[in-house]
């Protein structure tokens, strides 16, 4: 679990993603939490991830990759680009239950998945998102869904993005409330 937002002693917290900023001055991924071949469950909460900048495997401003759970929720996730793949803003690969809640993923770029790109989740619900101004010159400007079981999108605000807006590749449900 990776929380921002604390005072500078650690004694309190107030969810605000501007006090806690992960910024890869435009050389690199922001953050990558790994655990590829286990159940690991991984919260990211309350931070700025930010001016990641990289070319190969996807992902430029977060990646998860884990057969658990793992929530994002409460961030700003900006001006993260990927040069040759997917995943400007966020790469997420997770086997379990996926929550991608009250996020704010914009002016990130990418061949595709500009602004998100989630693959594999069992169950994926995405609520109470503002995802704006992304650009790619493929598909899924603002999202792009593959191989998630269950998808739930709620209260989303999607717009401005360039290249398909949302991409989704064999999702068995797809849920808009």
């Known amino acids: 679990t990776i929380w921002g937002g604390y005072d500078t002693g650690c004694t309190s917290r ?48 977060l990646v998860i990759r884990t057969n658990g759970n793992a929530d994002v929720e409460n961030n700003i996730i900006s001006e993260n680009v990927h040069n040759n793949s997917a995943g400007g803003g966020a790469a997420i690969f997770a086997h379990g239950i996926v929550n991608i809640n009250v996020n704010i993923l914009s002016y990130n770029s990418g061949q595709s998945a500009a602004g998100l790109l989630v693959s594999f989740a069992e ?50 449900s797809l849920n808009f409330i």
């Open 14 to 61: 107030v969810v605000d993603p501007t006090k806690t900023v992960l910024d890869a001055g435009g050389s690199g991924r922001v953050l990558v939490l790994n655990a590829p071949t286990v159940a690991a469950d991984f919260v990211v909460d309350g931070l700025t991830i930010q001016n990641g900048n990289v070319t190969g495997s996807q992902g430029a401003g």
């Open 123 to 172: 169950e994926l619900s995405l609520a109470g998102n503002i995802i704006t101004n992304n650009s790619s010159s493929g598909h899924g400007g603002a999202l792009y869904m593959s191989e998630n079981r269950t998808i739930t999108l709620s209260n989303n605000t999607i717009s401005n993005n360039t290249g398909d807006s949302i991409s989704i590749v064999h999702g068995e």
